[in-house]
Structures are given as structure tokens and as C-alpha cells.
């Protein structure tokens, strides 16, 4: 009888042990879900946050194109000028 006891009493403690490890597992389950959200929340921020600095670069590079295009017509209008005025000073 002695023995029939103990052994109910190991497999309540069994019981227990694996209740607690179910418990533990569950926590542990969830802080990884926790931290996997976080984890796409910050990937689909990195991904926005990319997408906005290619569209501003895209943009720095239509204004550095545009700029090019005017330096191309004006700066030999300038030269022109230039020549113009130090022709009329020296004549």
C-alpha cells in the first residue's frame, strides 16, 4: 500500500511538473508572437521608410537634371553677355 502511494503521489507531481512546463511553453509562445509583431512592425516601417527616401532621391534627381538642362542654356547667354559688355567697355 506504501508503495501504490508513493506512486500517486510521483504522478501527481508529474502531473504538476508538466502543467507547469504547458504554462511556461504557453508564455513563451506568446512573447515570441509579441516579438515577431514588433518585428513586422518595424519591417514594414524600414520598408516605408525606403520607399519614401527613393522617391526623394527620385526627386533630387529630376531637380539635378532640370537644373543641368537650364545651367546648359544660360551659362552660354551669360558668356555671350560677358563678351557683349567687355566689347562695349573696351571699344
Known amino acids: 500500500m506504501d ?5 500517486v503521489g510521483l504522478l501527481k507531481e508529474i502531473h504538476q511538473n508538466q ?8 508564455e513563451s509562445l506568446e512573447m515570441q508572437r509579441t ?3 514588433m ?5 514594414k516601417r524600414a520598408e516605408h521608410l525606403q ?4 522617391s526623394i532621391q527620385d526627386a533630387g534627381a529630376k531637380m539635378m537634371g532640370t537644373a543641368r ?4 542654356v544660360i551659362l552660354p547667354i551669360v558668356i ?8 562695349l567697355i573696351l571699344r
Open 69 to 72: 538642362k537650364v545651367l546648359a
Open 80 to 87: 555671350v553677355l560677358v563678351i557683349y559688355l567687355s566689347w
Open 51 to 54: 520607399d519614401r527616401a527613393e
Open 39 to 43: 518585428a513586422s512592425r518595424q519591417f
Open 19 to 26: 502543467q507547469s512546463q504547458l504554462q511556461q511553453q504557453k
Open 3 to 7: 508503495n501504490s502511494s508513493e506512486i
Open 35 to 37: 516579438q515577431l509583431e
